[in-house]
């Protein structure tokens, strides 16, 4: 497959003005899949950094490219049918996309752990928790045997798992939904990775769970300097984690900006859309709106602008695309016209 044309990507990387060097730098990533019905451009192009001890939100609508982003970063792509088209993954100066599959292994569920969409299909259900959450320590962790268990209770301990000592012989069918994620949290946790990748942590536990482990991953993160890539739909948890917020359509990063600058001056219509029920970062209405239409099939995109078919400000000019470029603020945006669009009332 040749390589895509420089004017399909949204443009080069926009680094925040006057920081140290970032953790993780993702340069032009292109994650395609070969499909019956062709390329599908999931991650097309995209460019982002994350500071060490600060919190990157991703955000977008359904099918956009958050998932199939995080999975790159740690290689867990299936390939075939997946492949990485261009682009390069840095972390602590090492591109991922290069790394072998021992060196991935140290890596993985050490210096770099994720926590899963779905809690159910990270956890193995023939081991229990505790053996699960050994398991990962002394893959990454050089501890004398004996102090591996004491470990895995401490770990349970800190996502505030009650009954540690009892819970740590169980089987994850004997827990609830919310225990489970912060089993999950825990076993993440348990390595002390530098990152932290989360897809959408709470969306399978009640609010009270969540505003706990939020709170949790607040306190770790300031105890430990650790950095989180957040992946979320909910809007509230953006404003209370994210120090950055990268949004994403159609595989591409369409605005980036600090937390506050992005929700008190949007620029893409996009994401003008996505925050249209939101008055200020302590709104209450806090969900991403639905957009009239829906994201192109990632086989499918438009020329040009790949939000034109739905924007209500698209003009002949939107047939070309739409570079990512600095308007300062350390802010970025992807849009012919953003300098001509005022946030609607
Ligand atoms: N294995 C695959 N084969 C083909 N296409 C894929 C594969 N995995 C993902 N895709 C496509 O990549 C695109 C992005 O998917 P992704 O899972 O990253 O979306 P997302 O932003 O995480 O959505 P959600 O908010 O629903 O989790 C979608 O169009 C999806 O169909
Ligand atoms: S480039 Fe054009 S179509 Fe795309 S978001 Fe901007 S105004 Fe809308
Ligand atoms: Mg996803």
Redesign the pocket.
Known sequence: MSQPKSQDSPGPSVKPENEAAPLLDVIDLRTW?D?ESGV?R?VDGINFSLRAGKTLAVV??????????ALSILRLI?MP??RFASGEIRFEGRDLTKLSPQELRSIRGGKIAMIF?EPATSLNPVFTIGDQIAEAIKLHRKLPPADVRPEVIRALKSVQVSDPERRIDQYPHEMSGGMKQRVMIAMALACQPRLLIAD?PTTAVDVTIQARILTLLQDLQAKTNMSILL?T?DLGVVAELADDVVV?YA?QVIEQAPVEQLFDHPRHPYTQGLFASLPNIEGEKKRLVAIEGSVP??TRFPEGCRFRERCPHAAEICLQNPPLVSIGDNHSVACLRHAEIVRPA
């Open positions: 899949f499909t599908a999931a977008g609508e359904s099918g956009c490219g958050k998932t199939v982003t299936p049918p997946g969409q959408e992946i739909h994403m595989g099939a990632a």
